[in-house]
């Protein structure tokens, strides 16, 4: 089963897999070889994914893709994870179209990121237009107000968890409080804070300051 | 940093001449996300749409990105409703068409590039280099976030932290950390 490995040139070029979405079950997943989706299955099987994310979908995107669908080897999914970080952009979105490429082309990678972004993107529009017809009512607005102050504590705490990655090193906690206070406090435009500081951080990481 | 209360309603009132240069705007700060997701480009995106062109109120942007949290999905979409909340559904499109259209173009660069290959070391040394501006950039967005809460005291930091604490200290969906947010607003704590 395992005599189909097209690595090299091409991004997708496994021959003679039998494709995942007919009727048996995928086989379990090989790893280094990408499995050959349809864009529908691709387009459904993110929506799922993406409506089941509460509070972020990428625990939901590895069961789904690696447990679940074995479409992908665990160590596959940590690579195409590693490399979506990498990306600027959202990370969970870079994920769906590098995987939807692989699976079926510029249509499977444009299938996979429209599962993952129209029906959630409905939601919060019907949250938006809610908001703005039952704003007036105190105690919606009350709620919206819980809400916010709740959301910034989450999105402290993911800076908090974030942090931990970080080595308590003069230069990299320099680096965190420089971006910080520029972009935060002071409210400079990001690009400029970005231009200055990155240089130096990607230069000293290079030459291992921590 | 003055508190501007513009409020503009998307119904009734687009801010049409604001397409271009938020397309513009975001597309910039979508090729900036990165080793944060696209939670640390918020406080860029508050200045320039709050405080830089009144197009909304500090309050609209958090409520904005609350309601985006409650929902589920990836969590760029605060950035759909920003637009929404800007221009309209025209402001929705563009907002999202610029935060994902570079990102979307360059993962699909990449993935024809290379197969299967994880980061090299030129990678991790630029990735080891910006996480730490991504974690000052994520607590800039917390802080902003709480400040234009519309709670912005001794409850609503209160609440806040609480809601940090319990975030860090317990393996609760935070959806539900959200919801106690919303009833501790309902009974007047906030």
Known sequence: ?210 | MEGALVTSDPADAPVSGALAPMFVHFALLSLMAIGGGVVMVAPDMQRYVVDAHHWISAEQFSAAFALAQAAPGPNFLYITLVGWEVAGFAGAAAATLAILGPPTALSIAMVRASSNRAPGPVARAVVKGLVPISVGLVFATGWILLRGSGSWDFRGATVALLAAAIILRTKINPVWVIAAGAAAGIAGFV
């Open chain 1, 1 to 210: 089963m395992c005599e189909a490995h097209g690595h090299g040139s091409g991004p997708i070029e496994v021959v003679g897999v039998t494709p995942s979405w007919t009727s048996s079950p995928p086989r379990a997943s090989i790893p280094g070889v990408p499995p050959k989706i349809s864009p529908l299955v691709l387009f459904l099987a993110f929506s799922q994914m993406a409506l089941s994310g509460f509070g972020g979908v990428m625990p939901f995107a590895y069961r789904a893709l690696v447990e679940r669908r074995h479409w992908l080897a665990r160590e596959d999914f940590a690579k195409l994870l590693a490399v979506s970080q990498v990306m600027p952009g959202p990370t969970i979105c870079n994920l769906s179209v590098m995987f939807g490429y692989r699976a079926a082309g510029i249509r499977g990678s444009l299938a996979a990121l429209g599962g993952m972004v129209m029906l959630p993107m409905a939601i919060v529009l019907g949250l938006g237009v809610a908001w703005h017809e039952f704003g007036a009512l105190p105690a919606v607005r009350e709620a919206l107000t819980g809400m916010s102050a709740a959301v910034a504590g989450l999105i402290l705490a993911t800076a908090m968890k974030m942090s931990r990655a970080v080595p308590p090193h003069v230069v990299p906690i320099s680096l965190s409080a420089v971006a910080f206070v520029g972009v935060g406090l002071m409210r400079l435009p990001l690009i400029a804070v970005i231009a200055v500081v990155a240089p130096i951080g990607i230069f000293l990481a290079w030459r291992e300051h921590w």
